[in-house]
T-cell receptor, first 110, second 114 residues
């Protein structure tokens, strides 16, 4: 079993849809949970981070962490074609040991 | 803020030669830098963690003699792929740690070994 599981997709939605991206993990020691966006042939860009359980909102993006279920989510409201990218979840218990999901390829169609 | 650059962005080299990739944190000091490798449509694989002024810590299965990492200053780390072979062709990405949970990634370097 991988430490971090993420459905690679691809996921295709119409513009304006609500997108739900998810990851599960097995290591209960993870404390920091991040979502990165990666455009093709570019480095990942930090979108959201959450420490421990809870929700965090930033504009159209909401990150949720449920440590009891070992499940994290990223919601994108009013999705735009510019949101088309690969979204990577990542988690760590310290800055030196970050584990990434496989990434979900998202396409938002105009 | 939190900009990380990588150079070169793309390099083609012949089998058997060595290639150096630079990673710089432009507007912050990074005591820790990380090197990842990413194959097409796959996630990032951590290769090594480097701390300024000390030897890098390599992940299991990564050949330290092949992938030489130097972290000369708080803003610069280099990865040298020695005696490159076609199977080393990949996308190499560095990141710099700013705070405990924050890693900022460079734009990546595409290495093609012919």
């Amino acid at each position: 079993q991988k430490e971090v599981e993420q459905d690679p997709g691809p996921l295709s939605v119409p513009e304006g849809a609500i997108v739900s991206l998810n990851c599960t993990y097995s290591n209960s020691a993870f404390q920091y949970f991040m979502w990165y966006r990666q455009y093709s042939r570019k480095g990942p860009e930090l979108l959201m981070y959450t420490y421990s359980s809870g929700n965090k909102e930033d504009g159209r993006f909401t990150a949720q962490v449920d440590k009891s279920s070992k499940y994290i989510s990223l919601f994108i409201r009013d999705s735009q074609p510019s949101d088309s990218a690969t979204y990577l979840c990542a988690m760590s218990y310290n800055n030196n040991d970050m584990r990434f999901g496989a990434g979900t390829r998202l396409t938002v169609k105009p | 803020g939190a900009v990380v650059s990588q150079h070169p962005s793309w390099v083609i080299c012949k089998s058997g030669t060595s290639v150096k990739i630079e990673c710089r944190s432009l507007d912050f000091q990074a005591t820790t830098m990380f090197w990842y490798r990413q194959f097409p449509k796959q996630s990032l694989m951590l290769m090594a963690t480097s701390n300024e002024g000390s030897k890098a810590t390599y992940e299991q299965g990564v050949e330290k003699d092949k992938f030489l990492i130097n972290h000369a200053s708080l803003t610069l780390s280099t990865l040298t792929v020695t005696s490159a072979h076609p199977e080393d062709s990949s996308f190499y990405i560095c990141s710099a740690g700013r705070r405990e949970y924050e890693q900022y990634f460079g734009p990546g370097t595409r290495l093609t070994v012919t």
